[in-house]
């Protein structure tokens, strides 16, 4: 029976997750940028399914997320969490966006992990983006769409 030890990320007191994992990286980023974090969950395309709000440490207020599928009406806006579903890499993935350009029909992502060999933090890549019948697609492959806090 192989025994596996994980590296768990703590910050005060809080269990961020596994280290070196894109579920971790995006917890971690909303706890440092935001004062906030989601539940525990599994795999990072439970995010999608399970995730119905984020904790404010600083009260323990319960704030909204909700759903917007890739084909919105909107864009993500900076702090949005792209999901992708568990059809890549069996697991999904999760990515902090970090930065929106309409003028060059891109957004720019933090992540770790995201295709198994980045493993170092803060790695950040760009996706596209175009507008038809009055919807915006991210142009990625198995992306579910976003979490966005209620406004």
Request: aromatic letters at 12%.
């Amino acid at each position: 029976m192989n025994s596996y030890v994980f590296d768990k990320s703590v910050n005060a007191g809080n269990d961020l997750g596994i280290k070196k994992q894109c579920v971790e990286f995006a917890r971690r980023w909303l706890y440092e940028n935001k004062g906030m974090i989601y539940q525990d969950v599994v795999i990072a395309a439970d995010i999608w399914d399970k995730v119905n709000c984020y904790t404010r440490l600083l009260d323990a207020r319960k704030i909204p997320v909700e759903n917007v599928i890739n084909g919105a009406f909107q864009l993500p806006k900076p702090g949005d969490l792209i999901i992708y579903s568990e059809k890549y890499m069996n697991t999904g993935h999760v990515s902090v966006v970090v930065n929106v350009s309409e003028l060059n029909g891109l957004i720019d992502l933090l992540e770790q992990n995201f295709d198994n060999h980045q493993q170092l933090p803060n790695q950040q890549r760009s996706i596209s983006f175009t507008f038809h019948k009055q919807r915006y697609w991210l142009l990625d492959s198995y992306l579910l769409g976003w979490k966005s806090i209620e406004e």
